[in-house]
């Protein structure tokens, strides 16, 4: 691990919420921090409703990530474009991300995580 990003895993209840809706409850996390950058929570994949996310045709690559692949959320009779990304195929120093999507909060996006408790990823 570099120590230009790390990681840590996040186990409690965490509460993904979107203005005053909740949009999913999930048992873990893993935080990452990115110098330069905003501390991000990405969720796991299989703890999200399947059914809510929408595959965009949106990519962006990161030299320190890999390629992100982009989510649009249904949510009820709303579509958030591009409300999350994720990468697939992340390169090895953050291979704990894989499988996990990450929120933008610039959508409103908020995650509750009262009582959680963070393990660094090694």
């Not at 579509?79 to 697939?88: L, T």
């Not at 390169?91 to 959508?107: Q, T």
Request: net charge negative; proline share 7%; charged share 30%.
């Amino acid at each position: 691990m570099s120590d230009r990003i790390r990681l840590h895993r996040i186990e409690g209840n965490l509460r993904l919420r979107l203005g005053d809706k909740t949009v999913a409850e999930v048992q873990r996390a893993v935080h990452l921090d990115e110098s330069g950058f905003p501390s991000r929570l990405y969720l796991p994949r299989e703890e999200l409703p399947a059914d809510q996310l929408r595959a965009s045709p949106t990519r962006t690559t990161c030299p320190y990530k890999g390629v992100a692949s982009y989510h649009d959320l249904v949510f009820g009779e709303d579509v958030v474009r591009e409300a999350a990304w994720s990468y697939d195929d992340p390169i090895d120093a953050v291979a704990a991300i894989r499988g996990h999507l990450c929120f933008d909060p610039r959508h409103g996006f908020v995650v509750d995580r009262e009582g959680a408790v963070a393990t660094p990823v090694t």
